[in-house]
């Protein structure tokens, strides 16, 4: 009989649910019009791709680690395990699809600070890259 403790039966329990499930982390809209990017620097395995004024998370991509997070200013980077994530699942896996990968950051935009601090930004978002 093998015995696990229960902080190794909770962590063997997410790493099964990673392979049946694919957890991931996902890019909210508080990240659009702010596209601070200094999350794309510390991930390990390049998932951020870049719009106009949003990025997003490629799921197939993120291997679930949340280093990215708490290099987020606003806080825009959640877990899909999240009550509030369920929203931006979808989002991130669609436009993941159709927007260029970004490694590196860049000067955020001229406004972003003015719009890091208001909520509900989707109807801003800009899903066609400009040429
Ligand atoms: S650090 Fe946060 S706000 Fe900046 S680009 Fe990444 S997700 Fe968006
Ligand atoms: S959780 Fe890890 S792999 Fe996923 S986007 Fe963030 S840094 Fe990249």
Redesign the pocket.
């Known amino acids: 009989m093998i015995y696990v403790t229960e902080p190794e039966f909770r962590s063997l329990a997410m790493g099964y649910l990673k392979r049946v499930i694919g957890m991931t982390y996902v890019?909210t809209d508080a990240?659009i019009r702010?596209?601070?990017?200094?999350?794309v620097e510390v991930c390990p395995v390049d998932c951020f791709h870049e719009g106009n004024n949003m990025?997003v998370i490629d799921p197939e991509v993120c291997i679930d680690c949340g280093v990215c997070v708490p290099?987020?200013?606003?806080k825009?980077?959640i877990p899909d395990t999240d009550p509030d994530a369920s929203p931006w699942v979808e989002l991130n896996q669609r436009l993941s699809q159709k927007w260029p990968v970004i490694r590196q950051k860049k000067p955020a935009p001229f406004d972003a600070d003015e719009w890091k601090d208001k909520p509900n930004k989707l109807s801003f978002l800009e899903e066609t890259l400009e040429n």
Do not use: M
């Not at 702010?34 to 999350?39: A, E, V």
């Open positions: 890019v990240c702010c596209k601070y990017t200094d999350c990025l290099f987020c200013p606003i825009a980077i």
